[in-house]
């Protein structure tokens, strides 16, 4: 659980259960969302859409870092079921013309249905063979998406996506949609870590680390995996309607078996077992992507005979050395070692 | 009748095709319990080193083939050297990871070095095809056929009979009590990666004889992956049978099955047949009875 340094302590339960514990978290937190507010005013809207971005990712890798990180089942599909969200949010948003607040939950909805359907394979199988049974899920959303009718979610055209709309406000500029992100991101990030803490994260934690343990201390593993699974892909369908108001735009070769790749990459980078460290791992994977793509021009000259593919090779490369080098060299990710780093500041100047 | 026999033929040696591919899984997986998720990329890489010998540096074929089975060995060696030394006794997780982080690293690398350009592989096999009565099947896929038939039942007999094989099926049920019976846990690793790069460059020369070669040849290794779990993923012998059913199968369904309803059912056998044998008997046919359930 969290730590904080010795002397340090809580002399109320109402204190001790508190998610922000000191006042220097409070002080922190407050710096993060005035800085957060104040990039899109400074940074302008390039910015803001990667922070857009980010913030998508952000609440997707959540989900992912519940059912992974936290409950320890495979899920390496995280891509499609953004994308059930996204194309279940575009389609009853343009038929009637809902406002956000509620297709978004909606899509969340519609996402952990079909996640369940996965999480009941991991009641059955464990390990590798699960993560096979969730790759086949990239496979049949994808079929699912081109034949089902064109009318429902647009076939092989992909989908319009009206813009996102609350009591007569629209959300359709850079600025709108940033904090639209924002502000659901903020929401579905404060949640996961009330989960995380809460009686079912604690449920998710014991059934990852030994599930016949977690049996015999009475908890009921078969729901605890399908609860996992359901929240995890909850969070990508709510990920996936933000995607869909974000770009406007959704067709199934936007969510791939590569993007979920990705996320499970920034998991591994950030720190499996962490919220935070989801997050870190966001930030990091994401500005090294924004670093490769506005160095495309110059690796082009690299490699000339390659042109534009340049940049797709060379994603392919750092994601591909990413993953590897962590798992081999520090397997607990960026969070662990942030730990470390604020430790040993802690007893500085004494070694250990 | 002649219709359905041609289906048939040719199913059943696309089979085995997928069959020899789907061996390399078995193989890595026999000696070393890693499933091996860049199966399909070690076959491109097979298949690019063939082509960079054979068309690009134009050596003669019989000159070309062993080298490029030789350089392929290499490669297996150096990954196994580079990733999978270090991750001994790691989690099935971290393991599956990362093969499937080489193969987005060798996808790069082969975009990097090569290119996206669709290139002509070089003739291998002699293109005309074999004619018996009605029955139409490709010369190369007849070849293959056999090499894989050979190499499943020797490799079989390998795993099962020889002291060496039966070593490594050790190491493949679990790291420690293989070390801590005398057994080399390293060597087993090493053995494992080098023959199923071999393998997977012989399945690249028998798939792409003839045909284009780019990097969108690995989706092979996506369709041999149902064969592998139908089998089991510890039977050598089953990988045939898996093959052949896998095989026939998809060649139905794309013949009779497309037409009729209009949208690609075909690609989606592969993926049916996979959630079926894990729903329905994880093991595979031959596999060992070891996954554990709850």
Not at chain 1, 212 to 217: D, F, P, S, T
Not at chain 1, 295 to 321: K, R, Y
């Amino acid at each position: 659980m969290r730590q904080l340094p010795s002397g340090v302590f809580a002399s109320s339960y109402r204190q001790d259960a508190a998610l922000v514990r000191t006042r220097k978290q409070w002080l922190a937190l407050g710096i993060l969302l005035f800085a957060l507010a104040l990039v899109p005013l400074l940074l302008g809207a390039r910015y803001a859409n990667i922070g857009s971005n980010m913030f998508i990712l952000a609440v997707a890798v959540t989900g992912l870092q519940l059912t992974l990180g936290y409950a320890g089942q495979v899920n390496l599909a995280q891509a499609a079921f953004m994308g059930v969200g996204a194309f279940t949010a575009a389609s009853i948003a343009g038929h009637w013309n809902l406002s956000f607040i509620l297709t978004i939950p909606a899509a969340g909805i519609a996402a952990a249905l079909f996640g369940l359907l996965f999480g009941l394979a991991a009641v059955r199988i464990k390990g590798f063979y699960m993560a096979l049974t969730t790759i086949t899920a990239q496979f049949v959303f994808h079929f699912a998406v081109i034949n089902l009718p064109a009318s429902w979610f647009g076939a092989a055209n992909g989908l319009k996506v009206p813009p996102a709309h609350l009591f007569g406000q629209t959300f359709k500029d850079d600025v709108g949609l940033y904090c639209l992100n924002g502000v659901v991101a903020a929401v579905m990030i404060a949640l996961a870590l009330g989960i995380a803490r809460s009686r079912f994260g604690r449920a998710f934690v014991a059934v990852r680390d030994d599930d016949v343990a977690a049996g015999m201390m009475g908890i009921n593993v078969v729901q605890t995996k399908a609860l996992a699974f359901m929240v995890g892909t909850f969070y990508a369908g709510v990920g996936g309607a933000l995607w869909a108001y974000y770009i406007r735009f959704v067709g199934a070769e936007q969510f791939t078996l590569f993007n979920s790749i990705w996320m499970i990459a920034m998991l591994i980078v950030g720190g499996m077992g962490s919220v935070v460290g989801g997050l870190f791992g966001v930030v990091v994977i994401v500005g090294l992507q924004e670093l490769v793509t506005s160095l495309g021009p110059q690796l082009a000259e690299l490699a000339p005979d390659l042109g534009g593919q340049i940049v797709f090779a060379s994603m392919n490369v750092l994601l591909g050395l990413l993953i590897a080098l962590f798992l081999i060299l520090e397997p607990k990710g960026l969070m662990h070692r942030w730990q470390l780093i604020k430790f040993s500041l802690r007893i500085w100047p004494f070694p250990h | 009748m002649a219709d359905l026999l041609n289906q048939l033929a040719n199913g059943t040696l696309l089979g085995l095709l997928y069959a020899l591919i789907a061996l390399g899984f078995a193989v890595v997986y026999r000696a070393s319990k890693v499933f091996n998720m860049a199966q399909g990329e070690f076959v491109v890489l097979g298949g690019f080193i063939v082509w960079w010998l054979a068309a690009d540096l134009e050596l003669p074929l019989l000159a070309a083939v062993p080298l490029a089975l030789i350089g392929a060995g290499i490669v297996g060696l150096a990954i196994e050297r580079i990733f999978f030394a270090r991750m001994v006794g790691e989690s099935s997780f971290s393991m599956v990871m990362v093969t499937i982080a080489l193969l987005i690293l060798i996808r790069g690398v082969i975009l990097v070095v090569w290119g996206p350009e669709i290139r002509p592989f070089p003739i291998v096999f002699p293109l005309q095809p074999l004619v018996m009565g009605d029955v139409l099947v490709p010369r190369s896929l007849v070849y293959g056929g056999a090499i894989s038939i050979v190499t499943c039942l020797g490799l079989s007999w390998f795993f099962s009979r020889t002291r060496l094989g039966l070593a490594l099926t050790a190491v493949s049920q679990d790291h420690q009590v293989a070390l801590s019976l005398g057994i080399s846990v390293r060597r087993a690793m090493i053995f494992a990666w080098v023959l199923g790069s071999i393998i997977s460059a012989v399945g690249a020369i028998i798939y792409l004889s003839g045909k284009s070669l780019n990097f969108l040849a690995s989706d092979i290794g996506f369709a041999a992956l149902p064969v592998a779990l139908l089998a089991g993923l510890e039977s050598v012998a089953g990988l045939l049978i898996g093959g052949v059913l896998v095989g026939i199968a998809q060649a139905l369904a794309q013949h009779y099955l497309d037409p009729a309803i209009g949208a690609n059912v075909a690609s989606l056998v592969p993926s049916l047949f996979i959630l079926l044998v894990l729903f329905i008997r994880p093991t595979g046919l031959f596999g060992w009875k070891t996954i554990e359930r709850v």
